[in-house]
């Protein structure tokens, strides 16, 4: 599983961030700072959560087989 992040489309809320400072680092002014990141295993359900807690939905969960699980209308 990988966490994909439209990083230019951050509106530096930081809710991500809120969920997992360590998953969803944050960039001096606020704004998300990395493109995405491998899931490490016992990390799925916590990037999942930051995921969705993304207002904006610019943080993408793509599944092992390729399919975007999240968000719901995903942009391919
Ligand atoms: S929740 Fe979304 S918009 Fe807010 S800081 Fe994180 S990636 Fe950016």
Redesign the pocket.
């Known amino acids: 599983m990988k966490i994909r992040?439209e990083r230019g489309a951050?509106?530096?809320?930081?809710?991500?961030?809120a969920i997992s400072n360590d998953l969803?680092p944050?960039d001096d002014d606020?704004?998300?700072a990395t493109d995405g990141f491998e899931v490490a295993a016992g990390t799925e359900k916590l990037a999942r959560n930051g995921a969705k807690?993304?207002?904006?939905r610019?943080?993408v969960v793509v599944e092992d087989d390729g399919t975007t699980s999240w968000p719901p209308a995903a942009r391919s």
């Open positions: 992040i951050c509106v530096g809320n930081a809710r991500c961030a969803f944050l606020g704004y998300i807690s993304c207002p904006e610019i943080i």
